[in-house]
Nanobody, 127 residues
Framework: DVQLQASGGGLVQAGGSLRLSCAAS????????IGWFRQAPGKEREGVSC????????YYADSVKGRFTISRDYARNIVYLQMSRLEPEDTGVYYC????????????????????WGQGTLVTVSS
């Protein structure tokens, strides 16, 4: 079975850091882009960051650029999202997804371009 297991969320004060992990199994990890999306209460799911399958190129939403870093460990089939200088606006459920989006734009922003989804991990940033 295909599984994406997101973990690492929690409660943190503004300015703090968290590292999210997305552990993948059941599919050829190297062949898929991995994206992180988040959904705040009452808001639509939005793309946060993604990393390509081919060369590991990384992309970020403007709102997190310079604060978040995505990376992937091909040996362990894990993608990390290092989040620093967290802000209350970063609060939400964070989901990781695997797929083969056809463009960089869709890879970063379009949830429907992904085939597999994890269950989400809650990040709460207090002010």
């Amino acid at each position: 079975d295909v599984q994406l297991q997101a973990s690492g969320g929690g409660l943190v004060q503004a300015g703090g850091s968290l590292r999210l992990s997305c552990a993948a199994s059941g599919f050829t990890f190297d062949d898929y882009a991995i994206g992180w999306f988040r959904q705040a209460p009452g808001k639509e799911r939005e793309g946060v960051s993604c990393i390509s399958s081919s060369d590991g190129s990384t992309y970020y939403a403007d709102s997190v650029k310079g604060r978040f870093t995505i990376s992937r460990d091909y040996a362990r089939n894990i993608v990390y999202l290092q989040m620093s200088r967290l802000e209350p606006e970063d609060t939400g459920v964070y989901y990781c997804a695997g797929g083969s989006p056809s463009t960089i734009w869709s890879m970063l922003t379009t949830a429907t371009s992904y085939d597999y989804w994890g269950q989400g991990t809650l990040v709460t940033v207090s002010s």
